[in-house]
């Protein structure tokens, strides 16, 4: 996972022979870092303030004859990373369902993304891990654009035992997603999980029938999904949809697979709201909960 981004890091942190932090020094492996970061597709607005960031950090540090830069720059560069990975706002999506049902209400959540991203998969992995933890769920089938989404979502609930709502292919979204709220609602089922169509990122009618889908069923959790292997079309569409409808959280899938991560570093700060999953495979079971930390471990070595 992010081998490329690493091992230019590392090589960036090996060749410091700095004895004393000084501006002229610290601006020096700042500059040298913001050129690795865009390389490895993070966002210039991400390398802009893990930089400066950085560069603050480093000015206030305590320093005396004894200490050594090297060191000091490769904790204050894991801190800094960590601050970008971690928002203000953090999400517990079983704590949010566990208060919905003491509310007697459903949490709904809505997932979002271009296609081809693996969003209806995502879905079907996050009823499998509601069950697994004890809660019960209903998909909407409210992609009414693509051919083969409404039988790709049935597939997955019929293997995995979870009841679609869905109409024909033409039909509103909207009024989908809204039948099974009521499904929901009816059966006191804890969780919606509402699919919709793979947004073509140019298409002002199809983000329009996005918030009209917002509008109608209020969701709890708007899910971005996206590809880590998308890279700086992650960046693009991540910006467009948090502008458009505006992002809760992420899932992001192929991380495994990413040799340059800058994506993934990128996602929290432009979205300013966590990645709640990971995926890491076709299984339903392929769906770990996102540790900043990991990540941190994959970019830049620990002292």
Known sequence: MFDQLRK???KALKKITITELSPKSISRFTKELK??????????ETADVICKKLEEKLSKAEHTRFSKPKSMIITS??????????????????????EARLQKNPLIIAFFGVNGVGKTLSIAKMGKYLQDKGFSCVFAAADTYRAGSIQQLQKHGEILGIKVIAQTYGSDAAAVAYDAINHAISKEI??????TAGRIETSSNLMAELRKICSVTQPDLKI??????????????VTLFNKKIGIDAAILNKVDADVKGGAAVSITHLSESPIVFIGTGQGYNDLEQFVPENIIDNIVPRN
């Open 8 to 10: 230019n890091v590392s």
């Open 35 to 44: 050129d690795i970061l865009i390389k490895n597709e993070v966002a210039v």
């Open 77 to 98: 560069l894991r801190e800094v990373i960590l601050e970008v990975l971690n928002p203000h706002q953090q999400i517990d999506i079983l704590k949010l369902v566990k």
């Open 190 to 195: 804890n969780v919606v999980l509402i699919d």
């Open 224 to 237: 971005f999904v996206g590809d880590a292997l998308t890279g700086n079309s992650l960046i693009s569409q």
